[in-house]
């Protein structure tokens, strides 16, 4: 069965940082673009970051640009979002979501984890 | 960016009964070389994360009922739920994947009245 389950989230002070990982399974995890998408608890979601399968190709929202580095290892099946100098506004749930399509393609989400929440509070 | 507008905010409809949500996009994402529409549809029921319901505008994805369709094409798209069931309680989001940054409509909270 595949799955996504992401992990490292918490309180943190304004500034700080706090790295976020999302362990795949159940599909070939390096044929896959993954992306970040958040949620502000009762409010809408919002896209964050996205990496393409080798890595080497990687796009975020203006809100994070800067502050926020996407990542992965595909050996071992992770992906992780870096995040610096935190805010007060970048507390919400954190989603790892799968890009459906594989490859060269990146389409809809097609596959979501069940979220970590990160609160930036002093 | 590309903005995404849903209506309405919210929905109260009866059991068996017919939900309308409409997205509007504020450019086209329709890709003309393969006539596709990149617009997804997502559920997110209470304490749960989103799940996907429909791509391509009117793509069902593998398990979801058939009472869920999707219409529309290059800016206006419409999530139809027919028979309105009571685990269709949710909120729905629109979201195109035609460009980065994806973005997302402001979502629509289905309630049974």
């Known amino acids: 069965e595949v799955h996504l389950v992401e992990s490292g989230g918490g309180l943190v002070q304004p500034g700080g940082s706090l790295r976020l990982s999302c362990a795949a399974s159940?599909?070939?995890?390096?044929?896959?673009?993954m992306h970040w998408v958040r949620q502000v608890p009762g409010k809408g979601l919002m896209w964050v970051s996205r990496v393409k399968t080798d890595g080497g190709n990687t796009g975020y929202a203006d809100s994070v640009k800067g502050r926020f580095i996407i990542s992965r290892d595909n050996a071992q099946n992770t992906l992780f979002l870096q995040m610096d100098s935190l805010r007060v506004e970048d507390t919400a749930v954190y989603y790892c979501?799968?890009?459906?399509?594989?490859?060269?393609?990146?389409?809809?989400?097609?596959?979501w984890g069940r979220g970590t929440l990160v609160t930036v509070s002093s | 960016d590309i903005v995404m507008t849903q209506s309405p905010d919210s929905l109260t409809v009866s059991l068996g009964e017919r939900a309308t949500i409409n997205c509007k996009s504020s450019q086209s994402v329709l890709y003309s070389s393969n006539n596709k529409n990149y617009l997804a549809w997502y559920q997110q029921k209470a304490g749960q994360p989103p799940k996907m319901l429909i791509y391509w505008a009117s793509t069902r994805e593998s398990g979801v009922p058939d009472r869920f369709s999707g219409s529309g094409s290059g800016t206006d798209f419409t999530l139809t739920i027919n028979s309105l069931q009571a685990e269709d309680v949710a909120v729905y989001y629109c979201?195109?994947?035609?460009?980065?940054?994806?973005?997302f409509g402001q979502g629509t909270k289905v309630e049974i009245k």
């Open positions: 979501a799968r890009g459906a399509g594989a490859v060269s393609r990146d389409w809809h989400l097609d596959l």
């Open positions: 159940g599909f070939i995890f390096s044929d896959y673009w």
């Open positions: 979201q195109q994947y035609y460009t980065t940054p994806r973005t």
